[in-house]
């Protein structure tokens, strides 16, 4: 089993930033996709970004395309989602997701399933 710790959530105003992190441990392994979602109050649970093993293959949601950006430290078994320009409709609780595959992926090209779960980090963007 895949552990997810989120972290780096908290208030800010319209237009500020945010960096979450995504800390794995357990039995992790490298062809393991990892990405984030979100669900704001009385919303269903929507996909945000992903990214592969190298991070050289990201998919993002419309709604946060040239704003988020996917990075991954491996040696630390960390996922970072770097959000710029916030919005109030980005506020929302930020779960980290992990897909197990059984071969790598080298493109990505739509969201992930969410084989694993982290605990949520809640982002508030104020007006």
């Known amino acids: 089993q895949v552990q997810l710790v989120e972290s780096g959530g908290g208030l800010v105003q319209a237009g500020d930033s945010l960096r979450l992190s995504c800390a794995a441990s357990g039995r992790t392994f490298s062809n393991d996709v990892m990405g984030w979602f979100r669900q704001a109050p009385g919303k269903e649970r929507e996909f945000v970004a992903a990214?592969?093993?190298?991070?050289?293959?990201?998919y993002y949601a419309y709604s946060v395309k040239d704003r988020f950006t996917l990075a991954r430290n491996n040696a630390k078994n960390t996922v970072y989602l770097q959000m710029n320009s916030l919005l109030p409709e980005d506020t929302a609780i930020y779960y980290c997701a992990a897909d197990r595959h059984p071969y790598a992926v080298t493109h990505l090209s739509g969201p992930i399933k969410g084989d694993y779960w982290g605990q949520g980090t809640q982002v508030t963007v104020a007006s």
């Open positions: 990214i592969n093993w190298s991070g050289r293959s990201t």
